[in-house]
């Protein structure tokens, strides 16, 4: 499985940015693919997942109402569509896969920075 995230950048307080997640490598049905963050001196935390399969969303608390997980089966890609945003979502956005049965999250993208500017 490879993961290949990008879309990070410059944005400033209140604006938006689109992620994306190219994958690769086998079928994902039986995927959750989600996406984590890290900001300087923090511990990576989760911010949103869905089922590849389709159906259901979760998101941490934080960014709920103002980010969007979703995907594209065709071009097997995942998007992190993220609105509002604040300084404190300042982060390298990595995106991630594992398996159903699995809790554990096995796959890893690269991780891509975004910075917002007060």
């Known amino acids: 499985v490879q993961l290949q995230a990008f879309g990070g950048g410059l944005v400033q307080t209140g604006g938006y940015l689109r992620l994306s997640c190219a994958a690769s490598?086998?079928?994902?049905?039986?995927?959750?693919m989600a996406w984590f963050r890290q900001a300087p001196g923090k511990e990576r935390e989760f911010v949103a997942s869905?089922?590849?399969?389709?159906?259901?969303?979760d998101y941490a608390d934080s960014v709920k109402g103002r980010f969007t997980i979703s995907r594209d089966k065709y071009k097997s890609t995942v998007y992190l569509q993220m609105n509002s945003l604040k300084p404190e979502d300042a982060a390298i956005y990595y995106c991630?896969?594992?398996?159903?049965?699995?809790?554990?999250?096995?796959?890893w993208g690269q991780g891509t920075l975004v910075t917002v500017s007060s």
């Open positions: 869905l089922r590849w399969s389709g159906g259901r969303t």
């Open positions: 991630a896969a594992r398996v159903f049965a699995s809790s554990d999250y096995s796959y």
């Open positions: 490598g086998r079928t994902f049905n039986y995927y959750i």
